[in-house]
């Protein structure tokens, strides 16, 4: 029976760098001094050397026309206009990127499209199709506000839908502009956020070819007992988060209370390769020690989240995509896992195939 394939990955990230701008940038917005410094510390320690934003001018004093004036930063209305402009075009972006690697995207049956950074109708799902110009017959699957692990959601859909129907060839495109949801604000986890998260896109092609990376098994679980750990809510003055501080403790012990939750990962043999989502340095230390991984079957998840942050359900098909950069003659076990509010685990178990 044919099985499900990720056949390609391509990514794509906005110009505009930020990381260094917004570090510097903290003592005109946040206060007191002692938060700043504390942030500070935190930016240092975060093992990321670079993010990227759509934002052309994204800080800077009254009057000066950057998206986030100290002291009058935008409306969540606002920040919804800059996103139904900029996602389509990141998107897109990552979308001809992936049309190049696999010669076309032609017969594309479904289409599955992830964020949580914005709303709009119709929406990114129809400029996709019109930009490639898509069949108006392709399936569409919007999977909205599920955080981090969505694309793990995704491929999961997309798996389903090609063990339902070995012809079909689903498109699964995320796309995420984190950078649109700064926040003046008190509370001290939503700044930590913010020195984290990034914009970014991938596209990735699912079909029965067997090429790229057999997904064997996709798999979720919730920690029910740790639900308000972390929370993505609408308000006012943009999208806000709830980012405890033990999430990383918490992910852990429920991993270590419910090891079947992770699919094959608590069989993983010391050879396998991993694609874990780099949603902090913290997160990925706990996993390291967890699973007893090795820093080589750490340097994917670890470049990913140096190079570019937090981009939320793009991050882990970075991930992914750098491990099919690096497949080689031989056949490789995997697992890939990521991490949202829920407390979810979503994930998955694969083979990625040699290469010639």
């Not at 900029?86 to 594309?108: I, S, T, Y």
């Not at 129809?126 to 692990?149: A, E, N, Q, W």
């Not at 798999?219 to 990383?248: I, N, Y």
Request: hydrophobic fraction near 45%; proline fraction near 6%; charged fraction near 20%.
């Amino acid at each position: 029976m044919p099985q499900p394939h990720l056949n390609a990955v391509a990514t794509a990230v906005p110009l505009h760098s930020r990381h260094g701008e917004f570090v510097a940038s903290l003592p005109f917005w946040v206060r007191p001094e002692s938060t700043v410094e504390r942030l500070r510390g935190i930016a240092a320690n975060a093992a990321i050397a670079e993010r990227r934003t759509v934002l052309e001018h994204p800080l800077g004093p009254p009057g000066s026309g950057a998206f986030y004036e100290y002291g009058g930063f935008p409306s969540t209305g606002r920040r919804m206009e800059v996103f139904r402009k900029e996602a389509p075009l990141l998107a897109c972006q990552a979308v001809d990127a992936l049309a190049g690697k696999c010669g076309g995207l032609e017969g594309v049956t479904h289409l599955i499209v992830t964020t949580c950074t914005g709303f709009y109708a119709p929406g990114l799902d129809i400029d996709i199709i019109l930009h490639r110009s898509l069949p108006p017959t392709v399936k569409r699957t919007v999977i909205g506000f599920m955080g981090c692990y969505a694309a793990l959601t995704g491929l999961r859909q997309a798996r389903e839908t090609v063990l339902a129907d070995p012809s079909a060839r689903v498109l699964m495109v995320n796309v995420e502009l984190c950078s649109l949801h700064l926040q003046e604000t008190e509370f001290f986890d939503r700044l930590v956020s913010f020195c984290l998260f990034a914009d970014g896109a991938a596209a990735s092609l699912i079909t029965s070819e067997a090429s790229g990376l057999r997904l064997d098994n996709c798999f979720s679980a919730l920690s029910l007992a740790d639900a308000d750990r972390m929370a993505w809510v609408v308000e006012d003055q943009g999208f806000a988060m709830t980012l405890d501080a033990r999430v990383p403790v918490k992910i852990r012990q429920f991993l270590a209370r419910q090891p079947q939750a992770a699919g094959g990962c608590a069989q993983a043999g010391p050879d396998d390769v991993w694609a874990l989502h780099p949603g902090g340095r913290l997160i990925l230390d706990a996993l390291q020690d967890h699973y007893r991984l090795t820093d080589r079957q750490m340097e994917v998840s670890r470049s990913v989240l140096r190079d570019f942050g937090n981009m939320s359900s793009a991050t882990i098909m970075f991930a992914v995509e750098r491990l099919l950069e690096g497949a080689g003659p031989e056949p490789r076990q995997g697992h890939a896992l990521a991490f949202g509010p829920g407390l979810t685990v979503e994930g998955a178990d694969f083979t990625v195939l040699p290469v010639s």
